[in-house]
C-alpha cells in the first residue's frame, strides 16, 4: 500500500481485455434478432433530389425495410448544432438526418436500407434509383464567403453562418506605429481524424417500455442520450446509451450524427435491434472533419522583435452543416487564444464561419488552439527573420513573465499559472539547442539545408467553468461529476460521467482514490460510458477528463476521507481532531497501534452496526465539479530537419518535447499522450490533407490517398516535462491530451522553412509534401 | 450461392456455409464470433484484421474465405488463454503500447510474425516490420519499445 502512487507510470488496468482481443467495442456487440443497417449517400457535393425510387431496394434478397427523407421527414427532429455562439449572427440552417430535397456534400445521407446481413444492405443500396439535379460546388472557405459563390442554404446570405470578433487593445494604432509588420496568408487543410475505429451505432427498442438503448461510439454518452432525445423524441429517462469499449475519437465521436438518429430510427420503426457501422470510406465522408482554415495574418512588432499586435481574418470552412460543436471551435477556442504565451498587447480578429460543399467540420485534437498556435508561430518566425535575430531569443523576450496565480491577456482571460521561459529553457538545453545552430552552420556551409524549429504554445484545456459555457453559447454545461462507492470488503467502484476512449483514466483515478485513501489501486474499479449507471456528465474531449473528472473524483474521495476520520474516531472513542491518517490507516494522534484501516471502516459503515449518532450508513460519496477557470498547460517544442534540396524530401531528424501540465498522476501515460499528441501534429505538417476537387469530390477518400503517420516515418521523440501546478485545481494538474498536436505542426513547419531560408523559401503551404517543397525551391531559385 | 468452409480457428474446427465473396475478416469476426480481430478500413491499409494464416502474417480483409478453407488461423484470443499472456502482450502492457487498443491486436499479431523472422530487430526495423500497421493513438513509440522488449524475454538478445 503506497500512498505515493499518484505519480507512479504504473502498467494501466484496462489492458487486459485489450491486448488479448477480450474488449467490446460497438461494432463486436450482436443482439438476437439483430439487422444491419446501409446508408446510401450522396455522390454529388451539391444537388437537388429530384426523384427517389427506393423500390428496387426493397425486394433484393434479405431486405427488410428501406427508409428515405419522406419517411423521417417529420418524425426525426433535425439534427441539432449545440454551441450558438453569441454575438455573431449565427445561422442554424435546417440539417435533416436524411435529406429530402437537396444535398450538400458527397456523403449527405439520402436513404437507408435494413437487412439480414450487412452485405445484403450494401448490395441494396444500388437499386434505389434517385435523380439529381447537380448546382454550382464551392469548396474553398473564403470563396464560398463572396459574392456570387453557390449558395448552400438559402437563409444564409453569402454562406456566412457567423461572423465573429476578438478584441483587445488597439490593433490598428499598433500596426500604424509599427517598425516591422509581417504578414501571411496560411491554409490550415482540412484534417480527417481517423480514428482506428470507424463509428458506429446499434440501437434498440423496447416497444412496450417506451426504451431506447444505443451502444454509440460516443465520447460522451451523456450528450449523445441529451442530443437522442432532442432529435427522436424518446423522453430522456427512457433512452440509455452506451459507449462500450471506443477506439479513439481525437474529437470525431463529439458530435450526435445524423448515422445514430437513423439507426435509432429504423429500430423503432421495426422492433429489432439495428446495427450500422461505418466503412473506412463513409469515415472519411462523413465523419466530421477537422480544421480547413484560410487565415490571413499579420504581426506588428518593434525593430528589436518586441511585438506590439496581431490582427487576423479567418474564414473558417464549416462543411455543408453546422455540426454538434462547429460554431465554437474557430471562435472561443481559437480566438480566444490569440495571445498565445506572449504578451501581445493590441490584438483584433474577424471569424467568418462559412458553409461549403464538404464534410462538415468539427472538433478535432486541440480544435481551434493547433489553428491559434499555428498562425503565431508562424509569424513570430517571421518577425525574428524580419528583425535578424534568433527565434528563439524573440519568443524568450516576448514570452509572458513567470506567474502563479492568474495572468490576465488581452483577449479577456486569465491564464492560471505558467513559466513559459523554464519551459523554453528546457527545450532548448535538451535539444541543444546552441550546438545545433552551430552544426547547422556548418552544414549550411557545405551546402545542406539543416533547419531547427522552436515553438512555444500554451492551451485552454479543463473545460471549463459551466457559467463561461453558458457566457459564450455552449449548449450545456462543463462540470463533471463522481461516484465513489466503497463496498463491505473496502473494495471501491468509481463512477465517472465522462467517458475515457485510449487516455488510461480506469488507472489514473484509481490511482487518485488510492492515494488519498491508501486502498490499493488493484482495488478500485472506474465506471464508464453508460448513461444508465454513471452519473452525469459532459465527456472526454478538450483535455478535461483528468482536470474536470479527475477533480470531480478526487473531491468525492475527500469526502470519504472525512467520514472515514469522523468513524474512526467514534469506533477509537477519540475526538475527530484527535485522529489522523497515514497509507490507508485512521489512527489517535501519539498511539499509532490504536487504529482503523479504511477497509476497517468500509466494513463498519457498510454493516452500520456501530454508527455515531446522526451519521448515515454506507460509505459512498458524490463530488459535481464546476471548475472555477479553465487550466492551461504550456511548453517549448523543438525540431530539426534536413530537406533534400533536389527531392524536396523532408527527413525529420529529432523532436523534443518540454511540456507542463502540472503535477502527473501517472507520468508513462502522460508521456503516451504526448507522442500520440505530437505525431498527430506532425502529420498535417509533411503528409495528412483532406483533399476536395473543384466538384467538391473528395480526392482522398481513403487511407491509400490520405497520408497517415506510419511507424517508419518518425524519429525517436524525446519527451520531457516541467511542473507547474494550476493554483485551482484540487490536484494541480491540467491536462495532456492535445498539447502534442497543438505544439508540433508549426514546430516542423518552422523547421522546414529554417531550413529553406538560405534559398530564398519563406512559405509552403502544407503539407509539405515533397513535390511542393522541391516547386518553391526551383520558383525561388529562378526568382519566382 | 453457397460454399462449405471449414478453417482451423486458434485450434477448432469452425465450418461454414458462406458466400463466394465473404472476406475472412467477416467469417472471423461473424461466423466464428472472434471480434478480437478489428476492421479499421476497406483499402487493406491499416492492419487492424491482421491474423496468421498457416503461420504467416496477412491482413484477413484481404482474403476470402473460401481462399483459407483448410487452413489454420491464429487470431489474438489464440495467441494465449487471456491470462498467461504471450510475452508481446505482456510487453505491450509493461510499456504502454496501447491507447484505444482496436490496432492493438493487428499489431500484435504483425509484431508476432515480425519477431518469427527476426527475433533481435533493431528499432529501426521494427519500425520498418511495422509499416503496414497504423496506429492513431501511440505515436508508435512505446509500440516499438513493446516489440523490443519482447524479443528480449523471447530469447531473442
Ligand atoms: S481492415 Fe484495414 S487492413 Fe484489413
Ligand atoms: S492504440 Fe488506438 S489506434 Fe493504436
Redesign the interface.
Known sequence: MTTRIFGS?I??R????????????T??I?LPGMLHAAILRSPYAHANITSIDASGAASQPGVVAVYTGADTDGVLNGMPCAWLIPGSDLKTPAHPAIAKDKVRYVGDAVAVVVAETR?QAEDALEHIAVDYEPLGVVVSPKAAAQDGAPQLHEDVPNNIAFTWAVAGGDADAAFADAAVTVSDTITLQRLIA?????RSALAQWNAPMGELTLWNTSQNPHIARFLTCVVTGVPEHKIRVIAP????G?GSKIPYYPDEAITSFCAMKLGVPVKWTE???ENYQITTQGRDHIEEVEMAATSDGVITGLRTTVYAGMGGYLSTASPGIPTILHGLMYSGPYNIPNISGTIYGVFNNGCPVDAYRGAGRPEATNLLERLVDLVAAAVGQDPAEVRRKNLIPKFENGHDVATGITYDSGDYEAALDSALSAAGYESLRAEQAQARADGRCVGVGVSSYVEICGLGPSQVAGAVGFQGGLWESAIVRFHPTGKVHVMIGSSP????EETTFAQIIASEVGVDVDDVDVIHGDTDNTPMGWGTYGSRTTAVSGAAVAVAVRKIKDKSRALAAHLLEAAPEDIEYEDGRFFVRGSPDQHKTIQDIALMANVAWNMPEGMEPGLEASAFYDPPNFTYPFGAHVAVVEVDPETGRIDLQRYVAVDDCGPQINP??V???V??????GVGPALWEGAVYDDDGQLVTG???DYA?????L?P??EVHSNTTPSPHHPLGVKGIGEA?TIASTPTVYNAVMDALRPLGVTRVDMPLTPEKVWRAINDARNGG | MTIPVEITINGKACAGEV?P??LLVHFI?ENA???????????S??G?CTVQLDGVSAKACTVLTVQASGSSVT???G??D?VD?HPL?EA???N?G????????GM?MAANELLSRNPSPS?EE???G??G????????????SAVEDAAKSMGGR
Not at chain 1, 484496462?14 to 467490446?24: H, V
Not at chain 2, 472472434?34 to 479499421?40: A, I
Request: hydrophobic share 25%; proline share 4%.
Open positions: 507510470g502498467r494501466r484496462e489492458d487486459p481485455r485489450l491486448i488479448t482481443g477480450r474488449a467490446s467495442y461494432d463486436d450482436k452485405y481517423n480514428p482506428m475505429e470507424p469499449e471506443v477506439g479513439g481525437f466503412t473506412r470510406s476512449h485510449g487516455q488510461g508513462m501515460i508521456e503516451g499522450q507522442h500520440g499528441g505530437i505525431v498527430q481513403s487511407m491509400l497517415l503517420p506510419r511507424a517508419d518518425l525517436e521523440l502534442g | 458466400e465473396r465473404q469476426r464470433g472472434l471480434t478480437g480481430t478489428k476492421v479499421g478500413c476497406d483499402t491499409q491499416c487492424t487470431t489474438i484470443e495467441l494465449s487471456g499472456l502482450q505491450f502492457w509493461n504502454h496501447l491507447q484505444c487498443g482496436f490496432c492493438t491486436p500484435i528499432r521494427i519500425r520498418h511495422l509499416e500497421n497504423i496506429c492513431r493513438c501511440t505515436g508508435y513509440q512505446n509500440i516499438v
